[in-house]
């Protein structure tokens, strides 16, 4: 066996020769040769930009080959990629590069039809005072005004368009990604990976995950998480093509998955869900969809799925220790396939007893959304809970007014969601004289379990 690459470029020169495509974007097959060299361009003209090893740069892009050139990219020049999450609003676009002070970022101004630029445009100055770069991707040949918000712009195409960067400033303890994840504090935290770790897991989840010749890999989660970024890596060391789009299509990822006869997926139960919902649609090709259940109200999932000789098996992962950490076995018994956990995929890897843990809603901290809650005119205080709906789980606030003062709700509502993304953004917000509280030695805790309760019957 060939000795496993410590840096990036190295590990992805592996399969430059290689005649199967390394990704399928919409229907359009990219080499590994092209991504290499696409990188390579784009290493070349971030140096030109000023970057050097250590300094960050926020990646703010969906699913696209961009995202991987310039994750590489960055590798190559010993710098950081810094993921930031396509649902992010201003607060949270603006928290991220003020503290990862990154000098060059990389968006798509016209995605989905979002005013990118608009919600750019709305992050307090403050916060973009060490960016020194503005990098524009499109798909319509469009050019980027020379100025952004006072910083200097260009267009990916013009990024990409000089000679490659042949030398290499990578190394395998250089980090090369942050990743945001939630916590008990109002803002997320950041989780840094280096080249060494990120390849290791990925050939570990090659072996784990039985992924080799003849497979075919549907990147269903987004690039910006470790989720998708960890299925992304193993398709690039196992050297097999990975099927991807910049947003979930159930209807389109079904094609994919005919016209590409896709082998392995990994994605949430909402997304299986959505497939099994296609009339007609066969899973004949799958040999492995691992899935993270983030819906209460797909508790039933995995029985629904057997039903269609579709055996979906429980994950386990965590930005800190990377998504794809440990999977259960998709020939044991249904109810031993549906919990979160199973075995570690690394064979350093020690978990006691197994790991079982339940996973529920996305990663949100409450107190991220209690702080904007709390932002708004008139409020003293606020408590958060999340409730199982159809969609999923949704927040609900409530808040404790100051003195003399009324809710508006809507207000308040739209206040929130125009500094966060969509899914944090309480689905109501109502007025309490005070929080249920159970007094302690030590403290008197709040008690969430009785807010959950009020919220269900108010929402009823």
Same mark, same amino acid.
């Given at each position: 066996?060939?000795?496993?690459?410590?840096?990036?470029?190295?590990?992805?020169?592996?399969?430059?020769?290689?005649?199967?495509?390394?990704?399928?974007?919409?229907?359009?097959?990219?080499?590994?040769? =092209?991504?290499?060299?696409?990188?390579?361009?784009?290493?070349?003209? *971030?140096?030109?930009?000023?970057?050097?090893?250590?300094?960050?740069?926020?990646?703010?892009?969906?699913?696209?080959?961009?995202?991987?050139?310039?994750?590489?990219?960055?590798?190559?020049?010993?710098?950081?990629? #810094?993921?930031?999450?396509?649902?992010?609003?201003?607060?949270?676009?603006?928290?991220?590069?003020?503290?990862?002070?990154?000098?060059? *970022?990389?968006?798509?101004?016209?995605?989905?039809?979002?005013?990118?630029?608009?919600?750019?445009?709305?992050?307090?100055?403050?916060?973009? =005072?060490?960016?020194?770069?503005?990098?524009? /991707?499109?798909?319509?040949? =469009?050019?980027?005004?020379?100025?952004?918000?006072?910083?200097?712009?260009?267009?990916?195409?013009?990024?990409?368009?000089?000679?490659?960067?042949?030398?290499?400033?990578?190394?395998?303890?250089?980090?090369?990604?942050?990743?945001?994840?939630?916590?008990?504090?109002?803002?997320?935290?950041?989780?840094?990976?280096?080249?060494?770790?990120?390849?290791?897991?990925?050939?570990?989840?090659?072996?784990?995950?039985?992924?080799?010749?003849?497979?075919?890999?549907?990147?269903?989660?987004?690039?910006?998480?470790?989720?998708?970024?960890?299925?992304?890596?193993?398709?690039?060391?196992?050297?097999?093509?990975?099927?991807?789009?910049?947003?979930?299509?159930?209807?389109?990822?079904?094609?994919?998955?005919?016209?590409?006869?896709?082998?392995?997926?990994?994605?949430?139960? =909402?997304?299986?869900?959505? *497939?099994?919902?296609?009339? +007609?649609?066969?899973?004949?090709?799958?040999? /492995?969809?691992?899935?993270?259940?983030?819906?209460?109200?797909?508790?039933?999932?995995?029985?629904?799925?057997?039903?269609?000789?579709?055996?979906?098996?429980?994950?386990?992962?965590?930005?800190?220790?990377?998504?794809?950490?440990?999977?259960?076995?998709?020939?044991?018994?249904?109810?031993?396939?549906?919990?979160? +956990?199973?075995?570690?995929?690394?064979?350093?890897?020690?978990?006691?007893?197994?790991?079982?843990?339940?996973?529920?809603?996305?990663?949100?901290?409450?107190?991220?959304?209690?702080?904007?809650?709390?932002?708004?005119?008139?409020?003293?205080?606020?408590?958060?809970?999340?409730?199982?709906?159809?969609?999923?789980?949704?927040? #609900?606030?409530?808040?404790?007014?100051?003195?003399?003062?009324?809710?508006?709700?809507?207000?308040?509502?739209?206040?929130?969601?125009?500094?966060?993304?969509?899914?944090?953004?309480?689905?109501? #917000?109502?007025?309490?004289?005070?929080?249920?509280?159970?007094?302690?030695?030590?403290?008197?805790?709040?008690?969430?379990?009785?807010?959950?309760?009020?919220?269900?019957?108010?929402?009823?």
């Amino acid at each position: 066996m060939n000795a496993i690459p410590e840096t990036l470029p190295a590990f992805l020169a592996q399969h430059v020769n290689n005649v199967t495509p390394a990704l399928i974007d919409r229907g359009r097959p990219v080499s590994f040769r =092209e991504l290499a060299e696409e990188s390579r361009r784009i290493a070349q003209g *971030l140096r030109g930009a000023g970057v050097q090893p250590g300094d960050c740069v926020a990646l703010w892009l969906p699913n696209v080959p961009a995202w991987l050139a310039t994750f590489l990219a960055c590798a190559q020049l010993g710098a950081v990629a #810094v993921s930031v999450n396509t649902r992010f609003r201003s607060h949270e676009l603006a928290d991220i590069l003020q503290r990862s002070r990154s000098r060059v *970022l990389v968006f798509w101004p016209g995605f989905k039809g979002i005013d990118f630029a608009g919600i750019l445009g709305a992050c307090d100055p403050r916060a973009l =005072e060490h960016l020194e770069r503005i990098v524009a /991707y499109g798909e319509s040949g =469009e050019q980027a005004p020379a100025t952004m918000l006072g910083k200097s712009a260009l267009s990916y195409l013009s990024l990409a368009a000089g000679a490659p960067l042949l030398e290499s400033r990578a190394a395998p303890e250089a980090g090369c990604a942050i990743f945001t994840t939630s916590g008990t504090t109002r803002a997320p935290k950041f989780v840094l990976h280096d080249q060494r770790t990120a390849i290791r897991h990925a050939f570990d989840v090659v072996k784990g995950f039985s992924i080799g010749p003849g497979s075919a890999l549907l990147l269903a989660p987004p690039l910006c998480g470790v989720f998708g970024f960890c299925s992304a890596m193993a398709g690039l060391a196992a050297g097999c093509p990975i099927v991807m789009a910049p947003s979930w299509n159930a209807e389109q990822a079904a094609r994919d998955i005919i016209a590409h006869r896709v082998t392995h997926i990994n994605g949430t139960d =909402e997304a299986a869900a959505q *497939l099994l919902d296609i009339d +007609g649609l066969t899973f004949a090709d799958i040999r /492995y969809f691992g899935y993270a259940a983030f819906n209460p109200a797909q508790a039933a999932i995995v029985e629904r799925a057997d039903a269609r000789s579709l055996k979906l098996v429980g994950l386990y992962g965590a930005s800190e220790i990377q998504a794809l950490f440990s999977r259960q076995d998709e020939d044991a018994p249904m109810d031993e396939r549906m919990p979160a +956990g199973g075995r570690p995929v690394s064979p350093g890897a020690r978990a006691r007893s197994g790991i079982r843990r339940e996973l529920g809603g996305f990663l949100v901290s409450p107190a991220e959304i209690e702080a904007a809650v709390q932002e708004a005119p008139g409020i003293a205080a606020c408590q958060v809970v999340a409730i199982p709906r159809a969609e999923g789980l949704v927040p #609900v606030a409530f808040v404790i007014l100051q003195q003399g003062a009324s809710l508006d709700e809507t207000a308040v509502i739209a206040r929130v969601a125009s500094r966060l993304a969509r899914y944090k953004v309480p689905r109501r #917000v109502f007025p309490v004289d005070a929080f249920p509280v159970t007094p302690g030695a030590n403290a008197t805790k709040i008690q969430k379990g009785r807010l959950r309760e009020m919220a269900e019957a108010l929402l009823h």
